[in-house]
Structure formats: C-alpha cells, structure tokens
Nanobody
Framework: QVQLVESGGGLVQAGGSLRLSCGAS????????MAWYRQGPGKQRELVAH???????NYADSVKGRFTISRDNAKNTVYLQMNSLKPEDTAIYYC???????????????WGQGTQVTVSS
C-alpha cells in the first residue's frame, strides 16, 4: 500500500553535487521520520541523515557539513542535497520512512529500492 521511489542518483565528479529525492505514495496517514541510508561496496548499510516530523535533523559525521536533508510534508517527499562529493560517498542510497499507514494498527518502516551514486576521482 506504500511505495517509496528515489530519484536523482547518477555519476558525478568529485567536488560536484547531486540532489536525491524520494516520494512516498499510498495510504499514508502520517510520516514521523524520513531518512537516507547508504551502502557502499563491501560495507554495511549506514544511516546518512534523518529528519523527524518536527524538522530536527541528524547526520553521519562523514557527511556533516556537506549534505543537507529536507522534507516537504505536503508532498510526502524527502530530499538529500549532496555537495562537495567525494569518491568515498559512492554507494547505493536508500530512502527510508517511518510512517503510519491508514487502516493499520501502528507504525512501519518502508524502504525504497535504492539509487546509485557514483563519485569519480
């Protein structure tokens, strides 16, 4: 009943920028938390940034000062502005939302299928 679709990934040179977008559709009552994760080659999936319903944000130390997460509640969309990209940022980026689905008893996590970000040297 809920689908997350990411967009904006691609190939970029070091120092460049990308803006990821993730929109949620379906029977959504409310979204309490939106987040971006990533998984690089041979690495575990890690939290990049998240933003809660009140607008509070948190970032991984590795991206702090370079990435900015934001949300558009009216559109059920979360964004990740990535600046000063480094080769180490190369990963599959996954959108995650903790939300309440209309007609269910509680909150659930939903994931997008991921979008590839490749940063060349």
């Amino acid at each position: 009943q809920v689908q997350l679709v990411e967009s904006g990934g691609g190939l970029v040179q070091a120092g460049g920028s990308l803006r990821l977008s993730c929109g949620a559709s379906g029977n959504i009552f409310s979204i309490i938390r939106m987040a971006w994760y990533r998984q690089g080659p041979g690495k575990q999936r890690e939290l990049v940034a998240h933003i809660n319903s009140g607008g509070s944000t948190n970032y991984a130390d590795s991206v702090k000062g370079r990435f900015t997460i934001s949300r558009d509640n009216a559109k059920n969309t979360v964004y990740l502005q990535m600046n000063s990209l480094k080769p180490e940022d190369t990963a599959i980026y996954y959108c995650n939302m903790y939300l309440y689905v209309t007609g269910t008893a509680g909150w659930s996590d939903f994931w997008g299928q991921g979008t590839q970000v490749t940063v060349s040297s």
